[in-house]
């Protein structure tokens, strides 16, 4: 690759970074346990793909170097907790910004299960639990397809945000 090339390349990626930081998010914790093990991810990049079907289904992108990947695609499932305000210190336990209770990202959530076996958080504003169905790759991200198997909504609650590179306050008009 050229020098101009990459001086290109790398004004694309910055003007990409910048443009997505405006892109607010709600802010999510993947879980999973199974036979490979537990373990857990902070995580932006989430949404429903269709509710129609067999089952609803869902995605949600994980970095390739995230230790929870793994666990996941052996474990064949996982939970997407969505989390609400007041929840940045768990957001920031499973982004490892925060260190862990103990050693243990867990320490940080009461958890229960629904049926796939994926840690659901009690205190979520709602957690999906779904089998995983498809994971590709893409670049530096494994896009995770789940077929949903159960939902546990708080019956009230905002969710946690996340644009400009920080924790967001979502405003009631």
Same mark, same amino acid.
């Given at each position: 690759? *050229?020098?101009?090339?990459?001086?290109?390349?790398?004004?694309?990626?910055?003007?990409?970074?910048?443009?997505?930081?405006?892109?607010?998010?709600? $802010?999510?914790?993947?879980?999973?346990?199974?036979?490979?093990?537990?373990?857990?991810?902070?995580?932006?990049?989430?949404?429903?793909?269709?509710?129609?079907?067999?089952?609803? *289904?869902?995605?949600? @992108?994980?970095?390739?170097?995230?230790?929870?990947?793994?666990?996941?695609?052996?474990?064949? @499932?996982?939970?997407?907790?969505?989390?609400? *305000?007041?929840?940045?210190?768990?957001?920031?336990?499973?982004?490892?910004?925060?260190?862990?209770?103990?050693?243990?990202?867990?320490?940080?959530?009461? *958890?229960?299960?629904?049926?796939?076996?994926?840690?659901?958080?009690?205190?979520?504003?709602?957690?999906?639990? @779904?089998?995983?169905?498809?994971?590709?790759?893409?670049?530096?991200?494994?896009?995770?397809?789940?077929? $949903?198997?159960?939902?546990?909504?708080?019956?009230?609650?905002?969710?946690?945000?996340?644009?400009?590179?920080?924790?967001?306050?979502?405003?009631?008009?």
């Amino acid at each position: 690759m *050229t020098t101009d090339m990459a001086e290109a390349q790398d004004t694309l990626r910055a003007a990409f970074l910048d443009g997505m930081s405006r892109a607010a998010a709600s $802010v999510s914790v993947v879980t999973t346990d199974g036979p490979a093990g537990r373990g857990g991810v902070t995580v932006s990049a989430m949404t429903s793909i269709s509710a129609d079907g067999d089952t609803p *289904t869902m995605l949600t @992108c994980l970095n390739a170097t995230s230790s929870a990947l793994p666990l996941v695609l052996e474990n064949g @499932c996982f939970a997407i907790n969505v989390l609400r *305000t007041g929840q940045t210190d768990i957001s920031d336990v499973f982004s490892s910004r925060r260190p862990a209770p103990g050693g243990d990202k867990f320490n940080a959530v009461l *958890t229960e299960t629904l049926v796939t076996g994926a840690p659901c958080f009690s205190e979520s504003l709602v957690s999906f639990d @779904c089998r995983l169905v498809s994971a590709e790759r893409i670049g530096t991200h494994h896009i995770c397809i789940g077929a $949903v198997m159960g939902v546990r909504s708080a019956p009230e609650g905002s969710p946690l945000l996340y644009g400009m590179r920080r924790y967001l306050r979502p405003e009631n008009h």
